[in-house]
């Protein structure tokens, strides 16, 4: 497993001038260690190592990553579960970069109450501009919003409360 090479590419935000966070960077790194461990298996342990092998683990949220990438896998069959009902088609189906940011996001989504929902949405729409398929951040937009209406439906709630205000 130490062939990265079909992984998405850690790429540096040149382009724009932004520093991004360590929680940008994490989630970048969570994409990758999700996406190796539905595409070739794998023990978090083994996968969170190779990953820490790369120059750029250095500028992460390492708690946040270890946390989350050990937590997807524990619990993927209870995400699958959650995610599929909001899908037009089965999960293993989505490309493999999209199916890694469902799976991260709807982690956080359930299990870091204290990341506002909107804050999730809007990584993974950047995430998945940067590593999926062309029209791959519309598809992972329509299933977040989707997902957080059941799991955060009073935080969404009150947002709109305050926005009418």
């Not at 870091?112 to 062309?134: D, M, Q």
Request: net charge neutral.
């Amino acid at each position: 497993m130490s062939d990265t090479s079909t992984q998405p590419d850690i790429k540096s935000d040149q382009s724009s001038g932004k520093t991004k966070s360590r929680r940008r960077v994490a989630r970048e790194f969570l994409v990758q260690g999700i996406y190796q461990w539905r595409v070739a298996g794998g023990y978090a342990a083994s996968i969170e190592q190779q990953l820490r092998e790369s120059e750029d683990f250095k500028q992460i949220d390492t708690k946040h990553f270890t946390q989350v990438l050990h937590g997807v896998i524990q619990h993927g069959e209870a995400l699958e579960q959650t995610i599929q009902p909001y899908l037009d088609r089965p999960l293993n189906e989505l490309s493999p970069v999209e199916a890694a940011i469902l799976y991260l996001s709807t982690y956080e989504l359930i299990h870091h109450p204290e990341i506002p929902y909107r804050s999730i949405i809007n990584e993974a729409i950047e995430l998945a501009k940067t590593y999926g398929g062309t029209d791959g951040h519309k598809y992972v937009n329509g299933v977040l919003d989707k997902l957080a209406l059941k799991l955060r439906s009073v935080e969404m709630q009150a947002h709109k409360h305050a926005k009418n205000n």
